[in-house]
């Protein structure tokens, strides 16, 4: 074979690599939304609706879309903390969504009235700060 005929090759196999790491989206800064609404666009983004997915059973991750009355994002140290209520709900329906920018674990709770149902990729464990259990209301002021 020829220097041309490997010089083709080589860029032949090159070229789809090379297409396959612009496909590659980079992670998302998952910081950068907080004081924004957590929408649909948030509940979108990779890190946080893949875990859902695998975390919540159908029936509660497609109700999601029902709580539409939000709250902007908040950080709280290294968590992202939002919570969103379903309009006009009787008992009040809330649920509270956390998530930390350091090892991308997520907390979800969905109260209605005073009971909860809480869900976490730690196992369901919620070892999570005072402020942060506070502002979702799991720990008392």
Known sequence: MTKLGVS???KLLVFPLFL????????QNM???AGKYPDEKFFNQPAIKTPLRRLLTKKDYDSITDYNLMIPIKRIGDYLVTYATVKYSDPSETMSLVYN???KSIY???WQGEKHRKFSTKNNE???PDEVLKEIGLKEE
Do not use: C, G, H, Y
Not at 20 to 27: D, E, G, H, K, V
């Open 8 to 10: 083709i090759q080589m």
């Open 126 to 128: 919620f070892n999570l």
């Open 101 to 103: 920018l350091k090892d």
């Open 108 to 110: 979800v709770i969905f």
């Open 31 to 33: 910081s950068r939304w």
């Open 20 to 27: 396959i790491l612009l496909s590659q989206t980079a992670p």
